[in-house]
Structures are given as C-alpha cells and as structure tokens.
C-alpha cells in the first residue's frame, strides 16, 4: 500500500488568527472516491455511547469543521465535531480510565461499497483529541436498528487497528479489504473529540434492487456509477454531477474554470455495469451566468472493444459513440432527451464547450443481460 503520513500528539493552543494556519494534513491517494458516508448520499451516524460536548451527527456534515473561538455553552466549548466527556478510572485509587476503555459511534454509509480510504479529521481538537482510533465494518442488510448493529449475530471486520492519531489534523487510513460493507463502528480511545468522518469507497449496489427497478439511472452514484477522470476540477469535483436530488446551490454542480483557449472541458463515467440508455438528462440548475454553453454526450462499450487507452477518452474516436450531439444548454435549467434508439454501453462521457458547468446528468435505461451478470457476480465477490 502507499505510505500514508501519519499524525500524533496534540496540536499547539489556539493563538488567534486563522486557525487552520497550523492544521496537518495530506494529500492521500484515495481521496478521489466517492465519500460513502456524505449525509447527502443518505449516510448517517445513527448511535453513540456518549455526545456530551458535541453531537454525534457533526461527523458528517459536509464541509469542513469551523472554529468559533468564543462560542461556549453551559457545557463548556461548542465544538464543531463529535465529543464525548472526560473518562475516569475506577476510583481514587486508580482514577485513570482502563487500556480498553473507549468510546464508539456507528455509522450507516449512505450507500453499501468497498472502501478504500477514510480520514479521521481532528481538526480544532488540539488537546482533546482521542490519543488513538479503531475502525471496523459490517455488512447487514435492510434497515437494522443500533440494538440489532450492537447484537451479538453481527459479523465485523477490522478496517483500521488502533492506531495513534494527531489533533488538529486530517488522519489518513487506507484501506485494503475488498468487501461491501453497509456500517461502520468509529472507536476513540480513550474519549475525545473528532470533527469529520469521510469515508471513500466505490459503491457496490445490490443487484436484486436494481433488478427491481428495471429502468433507473444508471450512471447515478447510488446505484454504482462514477467518475473517473475529468478535465478541469478547479471550482468544484466532477462527482458533484451523479449525486442524488437536484442542485440547491452552485457550488453543489461542476464547473471549470474560464478557458482562454479553443479547447473544452470533459468529465468520463463508468456506468453500474454494461447498460442500455433511453433517455437523459443534463442539469444546470443554480448555474446562471456560469453554466456551459453547449454540450455532448458520448458512451462507449468496453465489452465490445480491445482494450482502450487513455487518450482515446480526452478525444473523438476511442470507441465512443455519440448519443447527444452538440446541444445548446439552458442557464438554470433541466434538459430532457429521449433517444431514438437505445444505446448500449459500460461508460459515458459528457462534453462542454467551451467551458462552464452543470449540476447533474442523468442516464436513464436497464441493464443489459450481460451487466447484470457482472454485476451480479461482483456482489457475490464482495460477499453481498
């Protein structure tokens, strides 16, 4: 695996100023995976043992943690993270907590998926961080309650040891079980405080759902879709355009920075698995003055072709097929089309010109036969 830097001790007080100034952190290599555990994918962080300083749900509020030097409460500190109270021993005479004291969240990703990578972000808990954390992961289907995650019948699976973390800092982990999971028990031990969970995987949905569905949307995230490459991330990541719902703010979308040049701006999919499209949709919403000027959009079928190699995914040919030629686009605006004939394909592309953004595409169709063998062959890989 890629070495990882690793963060521990406390960070220095609080002086003034700005204060991620002094704030560590990393680029990790897993970070351009969807987050599993976005609150706006559904995830949620559904118990705790202990919140008596700050909520549990922070953990996964979009964003990164703010720092209110002088917001305090008839608790103490309010703080933008998780906290739970200072643990103590058994008595006077042994008044420190135990080496296995610690405290726990759960947490039900918002989509089921393989992770590869989780941050555990201390920021603005310079001190009063945990000294270390423990990941583990289950997979449980339908609906299960706290008490059913807490029963003895679940099965998890350790994701990161306890390992020794830093305050104030982003505590990079990645991760190399390749198994769908559905929750998540974050450990901190002893007691402590952590302002985000970001949790990145590829989503792994159950082929009996979508099976169900039929007709659904299938570069969605959700339902296993994904980015992978894009050509310009500057303002905004391309994965912003395959989240669930509509748009409600601009910087909810992609968009490029302004071009100077007579080239144009790309973002290159992969579908759930080998589809058939009927219909699709191109989204601007909330993107008024800044929304792209015209677009295109493209698949092509890996299933069909010799292996491809990158460049063909930047430029025409490459095996992709137009579906949608170059259509004037709408500020602040739904575009529907329905194909006159389905296409077939694994991977999707979306072409801009010459620059701008837009909030969400959707490509409506079914699996093909072959997609949902795949599919449903990679979930029995998984242990689904």
Request: overall charge negative; some cysteine; aromatic content about 8%.
């Amino acid at each position: 695996m890629t070495e990882i830097p690793r963060f521990t001790g406390a960070a220095h007080p609080y002086r003034g100023g700005d204060p991620y100034a002094d704030y560590r952190t990393a680029d990790f290599p897993f970070t351009h995976h969807a987050d599993l555990a976005d609150r706006r994918l559904g995830a949620a962080v559904v118990a705790a043992n202990d919140e008596f300083f700050a909520e549990r749900e922070n953990l996964l509020v979009p964003g990164p943690a703010v720092f209110e030097p002088e917001r305090f409460g008839h608790k103490g500190k309010v703080m933008d993270g998780w906290e739970t109270r200072r643990r103590r021993g058994t008595g006077a005479g042994h008044p420190w907590p135990a080496p296995e004291d610690h405290d726990w969240a759960l947490i039900r990703l918002g989509a089921p998926g393989v992770v590869r990578g989780i941050v555990v972000d201390t920021a603005h808990f310079r001190g009063n961080h945990p000294q270390a954390v423990s990941i583990r992961a289950a997979s449980v289907p339908g609906t299960p309650s706290p008490w059913d995650l807490l029963g003895d019948g679940v099965e998890w699976t350790t994701l990161v040891p306890r390992t020794e973390v830093g305050g104030h800092a982003a505590n990079g982990f990645e991760v190399a079980v390749e198994r769908r999971f559905t929750h998540l028990r974050l450990n901190q031990h002893p007691d402590g405080g952590v302002a985000r969970l970001r949790v990145y995987g590829e989503v792994a949905p159950d082929p009996a759902w979508l099976a169900a569905l039929g007709t659904f949307d299938v570069v969605a995230l959700e339902n296993g879709g994904c980015v992978e490459d894009a050509s310009d991330l500057f303002y905004s990541p391309a994965v912003h355009t395959i989240r669930p719902g509509r748009s409600h703010r601009m910087d909810d979308g992609w968009e490029t920075r302004r071009r100077r040049d007579t080239g144009h701006d790309w973002i290159r999919y992969r579908l759930a698995a080998q589809s058939e499209i009927r219909a699709l949709e191109i989204d601007t919403a909330c993107l008024k003055g800044n929304a792209a000027g015209w677009a295109s959009v493209s698949v092509r079928d890996a299933e069909e072709e010799d292996a491809e190699g990158e460049e063909g995914a930047e430029s025409e040919g490459g095996g992709w097929r137009e579906i949608l030629p170059r259509t004037r686009l709408q500020p602040d605006t739904g575009h529907r089309f329905v194909l006159d004939t389905p296409a077939v394909g694994t991977h999707a592309r979306v072409d801009v010109f010459p620059d701008g953004g837009i909030s969400r595409l959707r490509l409506f169709g079914s699996l093909t036969k072959a997609g949902a063998a795949a599919l449903a062959a990679r979930h029995r890989e998984l242990g689904g």
